[in-house]
């Protein structure tokens, strides 16, 4: 399988608790996003990444979240201090080339805070 | 704010139609339309793209067409199928972001 790819797929935590996700781009691809999904809305930005450096964060991440990509490949998401409003789907998404227009996104991680 | 603005909300067509489905945007720095197709529970496919420099592209069944004056783009599915039913997102790309549209949910019927 050479798509990106997310884990754990689905996770369910009590609030206040932390979680933190991990994505796994397409190999070549040096550019790497995540972003937040709720029911019936589209996908919105919360960061992205260019090989290590974390070069945005949109106002949508709070200082409880927190994304590395210490090496330049994988990276993970941890959210403090959940909160019920963190319930989303957090997708990854990957890409190479001239633009950073072409993202391939994996299946996400479903996160159900209760 | 809603930046890239979407519709219809739900979409119904029977075997063999031409859905359409529209977006429309304001920031005229946006260079990039991709339209994103999405099964429950997995994560966003992307289908077919286009840049404002052209005014339509077809790939297979799926056609964008592009009116850069009126900052409008739709997506056409030729001889729809059941398996086409799906939630369709159009998106714009400005900077490193994409931003979406709030998704039309398209059900082809046999």
């Known amino acids: 399988d050479t798509g990106v790819s997310q884990d754990p797929r689905h996770k369910i935590t009590k609030r206040g608790q932390n979680v933190t996700f991990r994505c796994d781009p397409i190999?070549?691809?040096?550019?790497l996003y995540w972003y937040r999904q709720t029911l019936g809305q589209g996908p919105e930005f919360l960061t992205y990444?260019?090989?290590?450096?974390?070069l945005e964060k949109s106002r949508l991440l709070s200082d409880r979240f927190s994304a590395e990509r210490p090496k330049g490949s994988f990276s993970t998401l941890e959210i403090q201090r959940t909160e019920q409003g963190d319930s989303a789907m957090y997708l990854c998404?990957?890409?190479w080339g001239r633009g950073h227009s072409e993202q391939y996104f994996g299946p996400g991680t479903r996160l159900t805070v209760t | 704010q809603q930046q890239v603005k979407q519709s219809p909300q739900s979409l119904i067509v029977q075997k063999g139609g031409i859905p359409i489905i529209n977006c429309a945007y304001e920031?005229?720095?946006?260079?990039?339309f991709p339209w994103y197709q999405q099964f429950p529970g997995k994560g966003p496919a992307l289908l077919i793209a286009?840049?404002?420099?052209?005014s339509e592209k077809k790939e297979g069944r799926f056609t964008i067409s592009f009116n850069k004056s009126a900052k409008q783009f739709s997506l056409h599915i030729m001889d729809s199928q059941p398996g086409d039913s799906a939630t369709y997102f159009c998106?714009?790309?400005?900077?490193?972001?994409?931003?979406f549209g709030e998704g039309t949910q398209l059900t082809v019927n046999p």
């Open positions: 998404a990957s890409s």
């Open positions: 920031n005229t720095a946006f260079d990039y």
């Open positions: 286009i840049r404002p420099d052209v």
């Open positions: 998106a714009a790309f400005s900077g490193s972001r994409l931003t």
């Open positions: 190999s070549e691809h040096n550019r």
């Open positions: 990444f260019q090989n290590e450096a974390q």
